[in-house]
């Protein structure tokens, strides 16, 4: 008598638990139009300083290049990083001290999903990694969830001392520095 009352109070646990979760992203706006897809690669080098009619003026870029897309830096399935089309020479990304809290020794690229454990867009944590988001992305980590987001990092070959960490639930990424 004690296995099957077990068993029925567990799998009660587990239905409240996945039906008490659900509406958890559903408050925090769009589950992503990715649906789960992960880049199999970061963006390739710039060639040379992207060339410009106009100025982009950080605070009031847009990134929605179709309907349905985030209006947020974003990966194309045919692996086109949309939004990272600024050359090495953009005086935001420049950084007196590259790298001085060392560099990200843990895995890149697909093979390498984390889940974000905690924090917030000035410093959050994944498996003992610590990183915070540049200034210039706050906007785009708005709808995170820092518990629990699956994160993927790639090297911004662009840009030195960035990583670009890409959310695999939304589709989108932002600059992040590896704070040790």
Do not use: C
Not at 29 to 58: D, E, K, L, S, W
């Amino acid at each position: 008598m004690k296995r099957p009352l077990a068993f029925a109070t567990m799998l009660l646990a587990a239905l409240f638990t996945f039906g008490y979760a659900q509406p958890r992203h559903e408050q925090h706006g769009n589950r992503g139009f990715a649906g789960g897809y992960i880049p199999p690669h970061g963006p390739t080098p710039m060639q040379a300083p992207a060339q410009r009619a106009v100025p982009r003026v950080p605070e009031h870029e847009h990134h929605r290049d179709m309907e349905g897309h985030p209006d947020a830096p974003h990966v194309h399935r045919d692996g086109r990083w949309i939004g990272h089309d600024f050359g090495p020479d953009e005086p935001r990304f420049r950084l007196d001290r590259p790298f001085e809290h060392g560099r990200f020794q843990g895995g890149f690229g697909p093979g390498h999903v984390y889940r974000l454990q905690g924090g917030n867009r000035e410093r959050f944590w994944f498996s003992g990694f610590y990183f915070g988001v540049a200034p210039f992305d706050y906007a785009y980590v708005s709808d995170w969830l820092w518990d629990s987001d699956p994160i993927v990092i790639y090297d911004d070959p662009d840009h030195p001392g960035w990583y670009l960490a890409y959310n695999a639930r939304l589709g989108t990424y932002v600059h992040v520095m590896y704070m040790g």
